[in-house]
């Protein structure tokens, strides 16, 4: 079956979607998105979409962030993605990808009165940092601050912020970039939430330090919590604190749990996977198939 796409309120081959080369959102970023994961279950025949609901609730508050109002609420959104799922046929683990854009044809740097429009196309997606073991830099670039754009907000204009530490960090023979706050403590990854495990405890970065607070975050605090009786802290973090840190990890809907065991030519930990990075890593794996009623909220199953 061929891909198919949501696009401009119906459904379509995608060789079929086009976008005007005068699309505001093509030239400010004037958009925001979503990546959300539907992981195959072979034994039972069918995808799990994890947490759904939630990657739509940020979707909106992103519109609301940006004057983009869209005709859908959070269900008819779910609703619309299990349709095109059943199009396109998948069989194997995917990547939903929601984008509400301005999508009129339009010169001018503003979000008020512009027209907008929601797509969404689903594709497959391995390991988005193609290793299992994650050597970073600290970014020269800081994470954009609230003032600048809302960093709460999964925004398309933010992820040049992102492109740009990226970028950087692979050139300089890293896998990934660790973005400080404009104030100089730990914000995140390029395109990930951070952890350090010190002295038995998750430590984290908070909402003001400028994150996108993410769905496997939280999902990851509340497992720790619940299967491993291990706590986690929500408070700033030193770029030293985490040179010194027991373990540390990246978490994120396309990276799911990265062992970090190296930063800026500085080994963390023992250098390899920590017993707790590595006990998250192996209950959430498990969890986000489908297979653990306990989390049965967090779940929408689809067959083909
Ligand atoms: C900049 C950034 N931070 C953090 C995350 C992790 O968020 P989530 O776990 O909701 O995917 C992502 C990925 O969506 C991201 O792009």
Known sequence: ????????????????????????????????????????????????????????????????????????????????????????????????????????????????????????????????????????????????????????GKISGIYVNSALAKTEAEENGFDEAILLSSNGHVSEGSGENIFAVIDGTLITPPSPDNILIGITRNSVIELAKKELGVDTIERSIDRSELYLADECFFTGTATHIAPIIEIDNRTIGTGDIGKITGDLQKLYNKVIKGSNPKYNKWYTFFSP
Not at 77 to 104: H, M, W
Not at 135 to 140: A, L, M
């Open 1 to 152: 079956m061929p891909p198919y796409v949501f696009f401009e309120k119906q459904f379509m081959p995608l060789e079929n979607a086009k976008i005007g080369v005068l699309t505001h959102a093509l030239h400010y970023g004037t958009a925001c998105f979503e990546g959300i994961r539907g992981n195959w279950d072979s034994e039972q025949n069918r995808i799990c979409i994890f947490r759904i609901q939630d990657h739509y609730k940020r979707l909106l508050n992103g519109c609301r962030l940006l004057k983009i109002e869209l005709p859908y609420s959070i269900d008819d959104l779910c609703q619309l993605t299990i349709e095109l799922l059943n199009k396109s046929g998948f069989n194997e683990d995917v990547y939903i990808r929601p984008l509400a854009y301005k999508s009129s044809q339009s010169i001018g740097v503003r979000l008020h009165g512009l027209e907008n429009e929601l797509l969404i196309v689903a594709t497959t997606l391995g390991s988005y940092l193609g290793k299992d073991r994650v050597r970073c830099c600290t970014s020269s670039w800081r994470r954009v601050d609230d003032t600048m754009i809302p960093a709460r």
